[in-house]
T-cell receptor, first 112, second 111 residues
Framework: KNEVEQSPQNLTAQEGEFITINCSYS?????LHWLQQHPGGGIVSLFM???GKKKHGRLIATINIQEKHSSLHITASHPRDSAVYIC??????????????FGKGTHLIIQP | ETGVTQTPRHLVMGMTNKKSLKCEQH?????MYWYKQSAKKPLELMFV???????ENNSVPSRFSPECPNSSHLFLHLHTLQPEDSALYLC??????????FGEGSRLTVL
């Protein structure tokens, strides 16, 4: 069964800073998910990636399948980026979104 | 707006009550999920439905009873809950095993 580790658990930064959140997992996977959860509770899917790099606005996600590691980067961070960022991977090799295991999340605060 | 709507957003119930959470997705997806998020714990998968058939029951107590009448609607029936069941309950949908789309969640407090 896959184990997911995220770091850091908490991160406070100043507006404009470049942010990096890391995720490591133990079992080979088909795709990794990055999710964002705002204080109200709702969760938004940011990325689903299986190789290389994806970019959406100021967000960039990378994955290294061989090293079982992914990073989420935020460029020119803004207070509205303050949220919990969650990494999720299939519980078992060959699994999909129908059986994900989730990291504990990184609580990000961007101060003006 | 993610295309997944959950009601109610907040629910307070006693341990002897019976209530239901409702989820509706407008995305044409064929899979729907219930997740539980307790304070300071990672998200936990509770139930998975593919084409209205339950394919996963992640060792959830029988006081939680899911119902999926069609591929757009999902219910979670609650009865004789315990205070430790207080949590945020999130519904999600996906097409096959692809990207997940979540609702805003139903925050449940059991007194």
């Amino acid at each position: 069964k896959n184990e997911v580790e995220q770091s850091p658990q908490n991160l406070t930064a100043q507006e404009g800073e470049f942010i990096t959140i890391n995720c490591s997992y133990s079992v080979g996977i088909s795709a990794l998910h990055w999710l964002q959860q705002h204080p109200g509770g709702g969760i938004v899917s940011l990325f689903m990636l299986s190789s290389g790099k994806k970019k959406h606005g100021r967000l960039i996600a990378t994955i290294n399948i061989q090293e079982k590691h992914s990073s989420l980067h935020i460029t020119a961070s803004h207070p509205r980026d303050s949220a919990v960022y969650i990494c999720a991977v299939p519980m078992y090799s060959g699994g999909g979104a129908d059986g994900l295991t989730f990291g504990k999340g990184t609580h990000l605060i961007i101060q003006p | 707006e993610t295309g997944v709507t959950q009601t109610p957003r907040h629910l307070v119930m006693g341990m002897t009550n019976k209530k239901s959470l409702k989820c509706e997705q407008h995305l044409g997806h064929n899979a729907m999920y219930w997740y539980k998020q307790s304070a300071k714990k990672p998200l936990e998968l509770m139930f998975v439905y593919n084409f209205k058939e339950q394919t996963e029951n992640n060792s959830v107590p029988s006081r939680f009873s899911p119902e999926c009448p069609n591929s757009s609607h999902l219910f979670l029936h609650l009865h004789t809950l315990q205070p430790e069941d207080s949590a945020l309950y999130l519904c999600a949908s996906s097409q096959d095993r692809g990207e997940l789309f979540f609702g805003e969640g139903s925050r449940l407090t059991v007194l």
